[in-house]
């Protein structure tokens, strides 16, 4: 397959067979986790997948179903690192790439800076150091308040893989009722990238909007996208959409160009923007249902006497669902996972714990260990909330562009001095971002641009964040 492949799912494996002879309700597919379907990538960072031996054995002995050790065996993705458990770091490789010298400052100074920004003080737990947290850009942030705890090349702009996902449901979702039936045509399919992962949808047959929304979030099904975009009036238009609610929550480091996250050449986000996704999409209450299912039913083939079979699918989202070597994270309410060949591991995650609630994004670790990304979001986690009240802030996710209780916050239509001072602000970052004033019952967002400071101060009404591992009923 060629450069800029994402990881294939279980769907995708195992696509053609889940028929109602062959697939009783109730049940999941075997494979546990989405896996590389291609070593080919243009980026010469990206992750060494060759082959390690005896890792049929290794999978077998973690658990995995011995059909699914023998079938991926033959398809030769037990020689991936994910199953592989460390890929070994090639020593001619080259070193991994820097950070830009100028990156965005939209939210504050210290997030344009490279490098970790934390303001410790007496008293507060330490940071993890570097050898734990290897990502090559994170943040960890209070979702009620916005503000930013700490961060490590917040505006990196890089691949985000199927995080991106956040940004096409934020835009896509609140389109269509989730009973409305789609019958998906062979045209609805076309278009996706060699190697995608994949739910499992076939052509011709009938889904509904949960359905699809299910097949998103919890197996990143790139097909399940394609259909929800050619019932949003396609890809194109689906891409230029996105663009455009990106730049409405001034989410200026990202750049659109497929509608699931598939890697292509030019499409980029940030750990920054992809927490304003998140928190913009959590005001919704479907997205919220379905970022935190971990297990569902989802429909098949139609079996005699036209009766739809169903098969079991599970959220990808480890620290949701739990892996064999990772236990699901407490409090964890969703959001999205992502994985390929040149974004190496992203994940954006929401916990809560008590009355806080933190929201942590982590792009490609640099340990290429079996659910490193999701490791490193744990202890972020941790850190954070330990932290959360001992800690001063090193920046905010600002609102977006629709924003203005008249205190100088951005308007979308720039009336007053202070919304275009604001918005000239905002315009002349370079590379920005920002978000929603999101998941909390009382929120606020400061956005530190040079001398401009503005503030939106209003109260998002949200109930108590669903924790847990939600199974879908429908």
Not at 240 to 268: C, I, S
Not at 396 to 424: C, F, M, W, Y
């Amino acid at each position: 397959m060629g450069s800029g492949s994402i990881r294939r799912s279980a769907g995708a494996l195992f696509r053609g067979v889940l028929s109602a002879s062959r697939t009783k309700a109730g049940t999941f597919t075997d494979v546990p986790t989405t896996f590389c379907a291609s070593t080919a990538s243009t980026d010469p960072t990206a992750p060494n997948a060759s082959a390690t031996t005896g890792n049929a054995g290794r999978a077998a002995r973690h658990g995995f179903p011995l059909r699914t050790v023998a079938a991926l065996a033959s398809s030769g993705l037990l020689a991936t690192p994910l199953l592989a458990g460390t890929a070994h770091a090639d020593p001619k490789a080259p070193k991994a790439p820097k950070p830009p010298a100028k990156m965005s400052r939209i939210g504050g100074d210290r997030l344009g800076t490279p490098g970790v920004q934390v303001a410790q003080t007496p008293g507060a737990p330490k940071l993890p150091g570097p050898d734990v947290l290897t990502a090559r850009s994170w943040i960890v942030s209070d979702a009620e308040s916005g503000k930013v705890l700490a961060a490590k090349n917040a505006h990196w702009q890089l691949a985000p893989a199927s995080t991106l996902k956040m940004l096409f449901a934020d835009t896509v979702l609140p389109k269509f009722p989730k009973d409305q039936k789609h019958t998906v045509k062979p045209a609805d399919l076309a278009g996706m990238g060699a190697g995608s992962s994949l739910v499992g949808i076939r052509e011709n047959l009938s889904y509904s909007v949960h359905d699809l929304w299910l097949g998103v979030f919890l197996r990143s099904g790139n097909d399940a996208v394609h259909t929800l975009s050619a019932m949003n009036g396609g890809t194109k238009a689906t891409v230029t959409q996105m663009q455009r609610r990106a730049k409405e929550l001034n989410a200026r480091d990202t750049h659109v160009v497929t509608p699931d996250g598939y890697d292509a050449p030019g499409q980029v986000s940030s750990a920054y923007d992809l927490s304003l996704f998140a928190r913009s999409g959590l005001q919704n209450p479907d997205f919220r249902e379905y970022c935190s299912t971990a297990s569902a039913q989802f429909p098949g083939d139609k079996g005699k006497g036209g009766k739809r079979a169903t098969f079991g699918i599970q959220n990808t989202n480890r620290l949701l669902s739990g892996d064999y070597d990772i236990k699901p994270y407490p409090g964890i309410a969703g959001v999205k996972n992502g994985s390929t060949t040149n974004a190496g591991s992203t994940f954006t995650g929401v916990a809560q714990r008590g009355d806080r609630k933190l929201l942590v994004t982590v792009m490609n670790p640099e340990k290429k260990e079996h659910n490193e990304a999701y490791r490193e979001a744990a202890k972020l986690l941790d850190w954070g909330f330990a932290a959360a009240d001992k800690v001063e802030p090193v920046g905010r996710l600002v609102g977006p562009r629709s924003e203005d209780d008249g205190t100088g916050a951005v308007s979308a239509k720039g009336k007053g001095k202070g919304d275009r001072s604001a918005q000239a602000a905002l315009d002349g970052a370079g590379t920005k971002s920002g978000a929603w004033t999101a998941l909390g019952l009382t929120t606020g967002a400061l956005a530190l641009l040079g001398a401009v400071a503005f503030a939106v101060h209003r109260r998002w009404p949200l109930p108590e964040l669903v924790r847990g591992r939600r199974r879908s009923g429908k």
